[in-house]
T-cell receptor, first 117, second 113 residues
Framework: GAGVSQSPSNKVTEKGKDVELRCDPISGHTALYWYRQSLGQGLEFLIYFQGNSAPDKSGLPSDRFSAERTGGSVSTLTIQRTQQEDSAVYLC???????????????FGEGSRLTVL | GDSVTQMEGPVTLSEEAFLTINCTYTATGYPSLFWYVQYPGEGLQLLLKATKADDKGSNKGFEATYRKETTSFHLEKGSVQVSDSAVYFCALSDFSGYSTLTFGKGTMLLVSP
């Protein structure tokens, strides 16, 4: 597709269950980002990938959160043993980012809305 | 660390009114500054940007000027339309190593006919 694709668009789960959120970036974009958008909290950075490696995982809120990226393309964000405070919209973005050299424009998907009951 | 502060919303305006959404930032060095917009049901998209002091970014009738002396990047539009109703996010990137953006909390704009 032409844009960043995320799935599922909506996920309702029970507390304690694991969830996987998928992001398919724009073809050719080497950089991939996960953000979390909570009501009243703006966008919170979670993790950044350059290719398949993650040089910055500083935003992951706990060890229940993990992410991987394979083939320099699709990424999966996994939340284990979900808690109610994990409820948010999880946004994925990609860019042509090369270290310090691009325009800073990120292209966002529409997000995955997670509700933990 | 870097931070962005923008005015809380919602901002409610009538069509053709003048819009200002304030944004100030804290950063080391000389960041690039951005406004992103999120229309209902859509992903964030870049509205405009400025990469150095005194630069003016503009797009779709919106403007913002990079003011280093006041560390500000206020968004303005002379005459808003109903279709401008959205959430607006101010952001910065210091390019310390890559393009991770630091966002403000967003300001919802509601324009009525």
């Amino acid at each position: 597709g032409a844009g960043v694709s995320q799935s599922p668009s909506n996920k309702v789960t029970e507390k304690g269950k694991d969830v996987e959120l998928r992001c398919d970036p724009i073809s050719g974009h080497t950089a991939l980002y996960w953000y979390r958008q909570s009501l009243g909290q703006g966008l919170e950075f979670l993790i950044y990938f350059q290719g398949n490696s993650a040089p910055d995982k500083s935003g992951l809120p706990s060890d229940r959160f993990s992410a991987e990226r394979t083939g320099g393309s699709v990424s999966t964000l996994t939340i284990q043993r979900t808690q109610q405070e994990d409820s948010a919209v999880y946004l994925c973005a990609s860019s042509l980012a090369a270290r310090g050299s691009d325009t800073g424009e990120l292209f966002f998907g529409e997000g995955s809305r997670l509700t933990v009951l | 660390g870097d931070s962005v502060t923008q005015m809380e919303g919602p901002v409610t305006l009538s069509e053709e009114a003048f819009l200002t959404i304030n944004c100030t930032y804290t950063a080391t060095g000389y960041p690039s500054l951005f406004w992103y917009v999120q229309y209902p049901g859509e992903g964030l998209q870049l509205l405009l940007k400025a990469t150095k002091a005194d630069d003016k970014g503009s797009n779709k009738g919106f403007e913002a000027t990079y003011r280093k002396e006041t560390t500000s990047f206020h968004l303005e539009k002379g005459s808003v339309q109903v279709s401008d109703s959205a959430v607006y996010f101010c952001a910065l990137s210091d390019f310390s190593g890559y393009s991770t953006l630091t966002f403000g909390k967003g300001t919802m704009l509601l324009v009525s006919p």
